[in-house]
């Protein structure tokens, strides 16, 4: 079975620091994956997306950015994070075209807070 | 974007009592659709789907109904149980879109005892 793995579960980080959140998936080959991220009592908001190594699609401008070094393998960053980057973090794999489904299966996520 | 600065609406419903949680898509041509359940502090967790070739489907105590008509989506549970207490998500998706899936608002749904 697939199994999806995100690291830290929560990270406080001063304004200006770097960030790095690795996402992995286990038991599935060329996945698609997925970055979302959620404030607090809100709906998930689309970040980055990839269907393959190297491969990064970027849906909203900002600080952040995404890299797929390997196959199941998903790595969020910033080189200076600002306070508005806070929320929760979610990773998410499909399987896409092969199986003829979208559905998305999510990981822990990971609760940044910038002070 | 998608669903950014919405706070959740809320359903409170008795133990035991159906629950109906309802969701109002944007995309006529979304022909695949999906409710997640997610917990406080956990990611969303996949509960049913459904294609645009249905308008009903069931799962263990869940039924999803399409209406594509008035592109309305719905999520019943049956005898609701403290459990069941999260925010429940509806996604939208065209199949064969590696990057659509457009989630709702999402719903705050509390079982009371």
């Known amino acids: 079975s697939q199994t999806i793995h995100q690291w830290p579960a929560t990270l406080v980080q001063p304004v200006g620091s770097p960030l790095s959140l690795e996402c992995t998936v286990e038991g599935t080959s060329n996945p698609n994956l997925y970055w979302y991220r959620q404030a607090a009592g809100r709906g998930l908001q689309l970040l980055f997306y990839s269907v393959g190594i190297g491969q990064i699609s970027s849906e909203v401008p900002q600080n952040l950015s995404a890299s797929r070094p390997q196959d199941r393998q998903f790595i969020l960053s910033s080189k200076k994070l600002l306070l508005s980057d806070s929320g929760f973090y979610l990773c998410?794999?499909?399987?896409?075209?092969?199986?003829?489904?979208?559905?998305?299966?999510f990981g822990p996520g990971t609760r940044l807070t910038v002070l | 974007g998608e669903n950014v600065g919405l706070h959740l609406p809320t359903l409170s419903v008795q133990e035991g009592d159906n629950s109906i949680i309802n969701c109002a898509y944007s995309?006529?041509?979304?022909?695949?659709f999906i409710w997640y359940k997610q917990e406080s502090g956990k990611g969303p967790q996949f509960i049913i789907d459904i294609r645009s070739n249905m308008d009903k489907r069931q799962g263990q105590r869940v039924t999803v109904l399409l209406n594509k008509t008035v592109k309305h989506l719905s999520l019943q549970i049956a005898a609701t149980q403290p459990g069941d207490s999260a925010v429940y998500f509806c996604a939208e998706a065209k199949s064969g879109s590696a990057r659509q899936l457009t989630f709702g608002s999402g719903t705050q749904l509390t079982v009371l005892p």
């Open positions: 995309n006529s041509a979304s022909d695949y």
């Open positions: 998410a794999w499909s399987v896409y075209p092969q199986r003829g489904g979208d559905t998305q299966y």
